[in-house]
T-cell receptor, first 114, second 115 residues
Framework: EDQVTQSPEALRLQEGESSSLNCSYTVSGLRGLFWYRQDPGKGPEFLFTLYSAGEEKEKERLKATLTKKESFLHITAPKPEDSATYLC???????????????FGKGTLLTVNP | NAGVTQTPKFQVLKTGQSMTLQCAQDMNHNSMYWYRQDPGMGLRLIYYSASEGTTDKGEVPNGYNVSRLNKREFSLRLESAAPSQTSVYFCASHSGLIRGDQPQHFGDGTRLSIL
């Protein structure tokens, strides 16, 4: 059974204070690891997909990295508008094409204070 | 640029009442999904439809039924609502292509309270 564990559950930062969110996963074969952002009252919004260990992707102040056991979402010099819940999800190699399914972690609630 | 549209946005039901949650996507996606999101539990898959005419159970299907009405629409029905079904329900869609780099796209949810 695929499992995704995110830590910490909640993180409070001052504006400009860089930090990282962790996503640890257990999956028989990883097809892809996905990061989403979720604002209050909204649905998850796609950020990144990572496929293989060593891969990195960046978008503005966010950078996602992947190892064989975990992924990190690094937030550099965050701003209050980065406040949101960040979700991590994995797709198993057995779940491709028409059998595409994701297993989600419980998320990290990030609050950035001005 | 609607993407995935869910109706209603909010609903309050009494125990035992029935209700259908509606979802429509305009991205010509093949696959559609229903999730529920509860505090401390994360997103859990209820049912999904890999393509028009097919549906399959997810992790927590008990108490729910689904209908893939056509390629655009996927509905979720609660036949006899229970307080344990109080949750936020999200619909998502996916292209269904074999390529793994296609993300799921989500609607903004239906907030359902059952008294």
């Amino acid at each position: 059974e695929d499992q995704v564990t995110q830590s910490p559950e909640a993180l409070r930062l001052q504006e400009g204070e860089s930090s990282s969110l962790n996503c640890s996963y257990t999956v028989s074969g990883l097809r892809g690891l996905f990061w989403y952002r979720q604002d209050p009252g909204k649905g998850p919004e796609f950020l990144f997909t990572l496929y293989s260990a060593g891969e990195e992707k960046e978008k503005e102040r966010l950078k996602a990295t992947l190892t064989k056991k975990e992924s990190f979402l690094h937030i550099t010099a965050p701003k209050p508008e980065d406040s949101a819940t960040y979700l991590c999800a994995v797709q198993n190699l057995d779940s491709g094409g028409s059998n595409y399914k994701l297993t989600f972690g419980k998320g990290t609630l990030l609050t950035v204070n001005p | 640029n609607a993407g995935v549209t869910q109706t209603p946005k909010f609903q309050v039901l009494k125990t035992g009442q029935s209700m259908t949650l509606q979802c429509a996507q305009d991205m010509n996606h093949n696959s559609m999904y229903w999730y529920r999101q509860d505090p401390g539990m994360g997103l859990r898959l209820i049912y999904y439809s890999a393509s028009e005419g097919t549906t399959d159970k997810g992790e927590v299907p008990n108490g729910y039924n689904v209908s893939r009405l056509n390629k655009r629409e996927f509905s979720l029905r609660l036949e006899s609502a229970a307080p344990s079904q109080t949750s936020v329900y999200f619909c998502a869609s996916h292209s269904g292509l074999i390529r793994g780099d296609q993300p799921q796209h989500f609607g903004d949810g239906t907030r359902l309270s059952i008294l």
